[in-house]
């Protein structure tokens, strides 16, 4: 908590400290640091009272009032290392770390079973480990030892005195009931032939039930799974052991927690999730793995960065890679009911993919749209209404579509490479050359774009008469013409460019005919790059591009 303080406090007050600084920003940016403060040290001051850190962080928060002007900036930074300083005293860090972990990562999962109640809050640090083991790790104990004194006990009363001992662990009351008047061998027969047994680990005795609290991504209300009722018996569900509760209650402990962002722009939303990476590579290399994957996804890395850089050290073995390496991603939210889960499979032609064109995905931009492109590829979908939407917000904003051009032609070079691959050719069939086809249907948009605007905005208007400037033009016929590819109308999109050509006096490209029949492009390769090249200035592809639509320059 302590070192998370000291990084978003370190980088508010570089904000602060640049030479063009205003006295707005400054103001935004002071406001920031004391609400960051008062966060923490209100805890502060809940849990440990006054003096010494109490009183501390009161006169650190009156202090920073006094702050109003940017020539105080030396005394803000004093008062921020004095406030650090008291965060990361060892008593108050790690509680402070608890809570949050408990708050921001387990709840999500489990709800508030045990010490992830809101009233544990006021436990120390020592008291949270003692809940754990108590309601964790005892019952595992207990069970364990339960099964050995089964099998290794010489009379009935030996199992009788264990469960007579251990009566406040509640399963063990149910259990001496069921066996109290009975002899060692039929004793043993109940515990083989009549209790449950586990449904998530073989070999161990059912004790409890699975519920939501105990991993409410898989998991319903005990009283609302009646569909899920192990031998239509209400009290008995899903029966599991102690050991299983104890595994699912570690199981985000191996992931990397991360903010994503799904949907677009104003509209989408940033949520918590897990991820890791799951392979068939000895235990060592997974562990690396997954470590590398949280390492980058805390650092913000783009996921293809992130999917790329873990094949470099093991492209030699690109088959493995293709047949055994799974991403899988989730977001739960235990009030809303909600759970999200995305699983990714590395297909051997993406691994190839990536392994050459990896750096290419970098110019595609928004990063949203970028990150939204790889996820669907890795999902096996076509990636080309993200595409679509990538253009529409071109158009909206007055963008140029070079950045959807890139998109464009990456999922035709990825496609290259599904086929060939496909077929049981190599990757350097997929290579380049089909890709300057691409790049031609760019510039011919970008030539026609050109037309327009040294036609000037109001040619051949009669005087006095509103017309549409060029570029108000071309975005009303890209709309028109994304509309056309959307819905898969050719006829209606060529039927556009023909009478586009025809008002530039210009011939129609042949490349436009034989998307018709998808012979070398297929129609939304086609449509998505002419729309892409209508949407950028000539002297932007020129700038962008090395002479055969491959990117040079950012």
């Not at 105080?72 to 608890?98: G, S």
């Not at 469960?163 to 406040?168: C, S, V």
């Not at 850089?309 to 939210?333: C, P, T």
């Not at 970028?370 to 890795?378: A, P, S, T, Y």
Request: aromatic fraction near 10%; proline fraction near 4%; charge should be neutral.
């Amino acid at each position: 908590m302590a070192r998370r303080e000291e990084e978003r406090l370190d980088n508010m007050l570089q904000g602060l400290s640049k030479s063009n600084v205003t006295k707005e920003t400054f103001g935004t940016g002071l406001k920031n640091i004391r609400d960051t403060v008062k966060k923490s040290a209100d805890k502060v001051v809940k849990y440990y009272g006054d003096p010494p850190w109490g009183d501390e962080v009161k006169s650190i928060q009156e202090a920073l009032k006094e702050i109003k002007q940017a020539e105080q900036l030396e005394e803000l930074q004093q008062l921020t290392d004095q406030y650090l300083k008291v965060l990361a005293e060892p008593l108050i860090n790690r509680k402070l770390t608890v809570n949050y972990f408990k708050t921001a990562v387990m709840q999500p999962f489990f709800g508030q079973p045990s010490f992830l109640q809101a009233t544990a809050n006021s436990l120390s640090y020592e008291e949270h480990i003692d809940r754990f083991q108590q309601d964790y790790i005892l019952p595992v104990l207990l069970e364990a030892k339960m099964r050995t004194i089964v099998e290794q006990a010489s009379t009935s009363n030996e199992v009788l005195a264990f469960l007579d001992e251990y009566q406040d662990y509640s399963p063990f009351k149910a259990i001496k009931r069921k066996v109290k008047k009975r002899n060692l061998g039929e004793i043993r027969a109940f515990f083989e032939q009549e209790m449950s047994h586990c449904t998530l680990i073989e070999g161990q005795l059912a004790t409890i039930n699975f519920e939501e609290m105990m991993f409410s991504p898989l998991g319903v209300s005990q009283n609302k799974a009646l569909n899920f009722n192990w031998n239509l018996a209400k009290d008995e569900t899903i029966p599991i052991s102690s050991l299983a509760k104890l595994i699912l209650f570690c199981a985000p402990a191996g992931a990397a927690v991360y903010l994503r962002k799904d949907g677009f722009g104003e509209q989408g939303e940033y949520r918590t999730y897990m991820g890791f990476v799951q392979s068939d590579s000895p235990l060592p290399d997974v562990i690396r793995k997954n470590r590398y994957f949280q390492i980058a996804k805390q650092g913000m890395e783009p996921f293809d960065r992130v999917v790329s850089r873990m094949i470099e050290d093991v492209k030699q073995k690109a088959g493995f890679v293709a047949d055994h390496l799974l991403f899988i991603e989730f977001s739960s939210e235990y009030r809303a009911k909600k759970t999200l889960l995305d699983y990714y499979h590395l297909p051997r032609y993406l691994a190839e993919y990536l392994s050459h064109h990896a750096d290419e995905l970098d110019h595609i931009r928004p990063w949203e749209y970028r990150e939204q492109f790889i996820r669907h590829v890795l999902k096996g979908e076509d990636p080309r209404h993200m595409i679509t939407r990538l253009l529409r917000q071109n158009v909206e904003s007055g963008y140029s579509g070079w950045s959807a051009y890139v998109a464009t032609r990456e999922r035709y070079r990825m496609r290259q490479y599904a086929k060939h691959l496909g077929e049981g050719g190599s990757a350097m069939d997929a290579k380049e050359k089909r890709v300057r086809a691409v790049y031609r249907v760019y510039r011919s948009g970008a030539d026609i774009r050109e037309k327009f605007n040294q036609r000037g905005p109001r040619e051949g208007a009669p005087e006095g008469q509103y017309a549409a400037s060029g570029a108000k033009k071309i975005s009303g016929i890209a709309y028109r013409l994304l509309n056309a590819a959307n819905a898969n109308n050719r006829k209606s999109f060529m039927d556009t460019v023909m009478r586009l050509h025809m008002s530039v006096d210009k011939p129609v490209p042949v490349f436009f005919l034989d998307a018709l029949h998808e012979r070398e492009l297929d129609f939304h390769t086609v449509a998505n790059a002419f729309v892409a090249g209508l949407l950028s200035e000539k002297y932007e592809v020129a700038k962008e591009q090395n002479g055969e639509g491959v990117t040079v320059d950012g």
